[in-house]
């Protein structure tokens, strides 16, 4: 057993044999690309109620460190391992009991993966500890949580986050070279430990959005008129603030984001095009935007307080200057996707989702349909689909550079 008051906490795990992780391969917590070789394979996940106490147990194939630590507002309990090959089955990740309401999990940045459990009271890692569990090697990593006040939580979780630090994968800038063709940052939204939303029939954001993200990148880049940029490019984690600096660093010309929203009403369909803006244009797309600016906390962040602006004039308008190019390519998606895919009753709109505020950057984050609707859902995972609909998306973005003024990028190799 592992003192609790130390705020992070170390346990070793051994655990059962790889072939058996393929045979339980389940999707919200399965991995979608391949990493290091020798990563453990976790293949089994629970969680109990035992009185006071909730027990997390997590089946691994071999021996991994594993640090636990709290998260509030919200609250959570954080499990951080080396980069692990989830194959759990899709009913384990969404069992819930005692103070988990809810789990997910997945890779969090090269080389590291996480456990993020949602808390619905307050309570204490109190145990972290491993044992084995069969002859042929298996081990059972438990992570116990037990119920305790809201001030002891809230100590316990500053004390926590002071010892984190970010520690993320980037991308270097690239060297000044003859390349000036317009430089297209695709956002996938979500990825890693944070799913996004959940379809039904179980299907992750994540994954639509990556698989048409992919789709879009091969047409861009295979015209040979762009370069384009994958803010992810497997199944990670990426911050919000770490996705607009790599597009930033890297001297994009365009950022698109890439989502799928989902509703509690399964009649609501349609795609919506979102540009950034300080007042949300509704109701809806402010609750939009503040679902997508929560990514940060579903992986496992601390919620950053925003900071005060201080904006001259110049700035002032090079924003205003950034703005209208992003409203004037949302209005060139709309057009040319009208044909290939169904919109909202209100297909363009704003709000202010953090993956669009940079300043000097036209920017725009398309939902693509709803997970929610069956018929929207039918078509994000339609290969045909998504090869029609990143064709006319590929249109607008050749309208958009051929008609930008002062577009620093040539339109030719």
């Known amino acids: 057993m592992l003192d609790a008051s130390a705020g992070r906490r170390t346990a070793k795990a051994v655990g059962l044999a790889l072939a058996l992780g393929a045979a339980l391969f389940g999707r919200p917590c399965a991995a979608t690309q391949p990493g290091p070789a020798d990563r453990a394979v976790a293949i089994a996940a629970e969680v109990a109620a035992e009185g006071s106490r909730t027990l997390l147990t997590l089946t691994l194939s071999r021996p991994v460190s594993a640090t636990a630590f709290l998260m509030e507002r919200p609250d959570r309990a954080v499990l951080e391992l080396p980069e692990v090959n989830f194959q ?5 990740t969404k069992r819930r009991a005692g103070v988990v309401s809810s789990f997910r999990c997945g890779l969090f940045a090269p080389g590291r993966s996480r456990i993020v459990m949602d808390l619905s ?3 204490l890692v109190t145990r972290v500890e491993s044992r084995e569990a069969g002859p042929a090697g298996a081990s059972l990593l438990t992570v116990e949580l037990t119920r305790t006040d ?7 979780a500053a004390a926590d986050q002071a010892d984190l630090t970010l520690t993320t994968g980037s991308l270097p800038a690239p060297q000044p070279g003859e390349d000036r063709r317009p430089l297209v940052a695709i956002d996938a939204g979500h990825g890693g430990v944070d799913p996004g939303a959940t379809a039904p029939n179980g299907t992750l954001e994540k994954d639509v ?3 048409f993200a992919s789709v879009l990148r091969d047409r861009l880049a295979g015209d040979g008129r762009y370069r384009v940029l ?4 497997h199944d990670v984690f990426v911050p919000l603030e770490e996705r607009v600096r790599r597009a930033r660093e890297a001297g994009a010309d365009l950022f698109l984001s890439i989502h799928a929203d989902f509703i509690g009403s399964p009649q609501v369909s349609g795609a919506t095009i ?3 803006s300080d007042r949300a244009t509704d109701h809806e797309a402010a609750s939009v935007a503040e679902r997508e600016n929560a990514a940060d906390q ?3 962040l601390v919620r950053a307080s925003a900071p005060g602006e201080v904006v001259d004039i110049l700035q002032e308008l ?3 200057e950034t703005r209208a190019f992003s409203h004037r390519f949302s209005g060139l998606l709309l057009r040319d996707l009208a044909p290939v895919m169904r919109f909202s009753a209100q297909p363009q709109r704003e709000a202010g989702f953090k993956v669009l505020r940079t300043p000097d950057l036209p920017s725009v984050l398309i939902e693509l349909g709803y997970l929610s609707n069956a018929r929207d859902l039918e078509h994000l995972l339609s290969p045909e689909w998504r090869e029609r609909t990143s064709a006319a998306m590929a249109t607008a973005i050749d309208r958009f550079f051929s008609a930008r003024v002062g577009a620093r990028a040539p339109m030719s190799p």
């Open 230 to 233: 994958m803010i992810r490019d």
């Open 318 to 320: 090079t924003l205003r």
């Open 274 to 276: 979102y540009t950034g």
């Open 150 to 156: 809201r001030e002891t939580f809230r100590r316990t």
């Open 209 to 211: 959005t990556f698989a």
């Open 88 to 92: 759990l089955g899709g009913e384990g």
């Open 121 to 123: 009271a307050p309570a």
């Open 298 to 300: 579903a992986g496992g």
